[in-house]
């Protein structure tokens, strides 16, 4: 059973940073592209950041130059900073990761709310 657990979202104001962390745990032979989605109240998921085993990233305009995603293969373990939150950033933050454990499929994680707000 493999399973993806996200952490570090909160309240931040305008303009502040936080960090998100998603951990995959379980039986995992290999992980191929890990990627960030957010849905804000309202509106569809989206992807917001992705990046490949190899390092590879690519990123949604309203993100570039603010996000950096990274990954630490050792620990199965993706992560998203955030600088210069604006209060349109605010949303529930998912972690999705295509997983062999024993045959490939994509993973979810449940969310981390991430509230831009003064």
């Known amino acids: 059973q493999v399973q993806l657990v996200e952490s570090g979202g909160g309240l931040v104001q305008p303009g502040g940073s936080l960090r998100l962390s998603c951990a995959a745990s379980?039986?995992?032979?290999?992980?191929?592209?890990m990627t960030w989605y957010r849905q804000a109240p309202g509106k569809e998921r989206e992807l917001v950041a992705t990046i490949t085993s190899g390092g590879s990233t690519n990123y949604a305009d309203s993100v570039k130059g603010r996000f950096t995603i990274s990954r630490e293969n050792a620990k199965n373990t993706v992560y998203l900073q955030m600088n210069s939150l604006k209060p349109e950033d605010t949303a529930v933050y998912y972690c999705?990761?295509?997983?062999?454990?024993?045959?490939?499929?994509?993973?979810w994680g449940p969310g981390t709310q991430v509230t831009v707000s003064s």
């Open positions: 379980g039986t995992i032979f290999s992980i191929n592209a």
């Open positions: 999705n990761a295509n997983i062999d454990s024993g045959r490939w499929r994509v993973y």
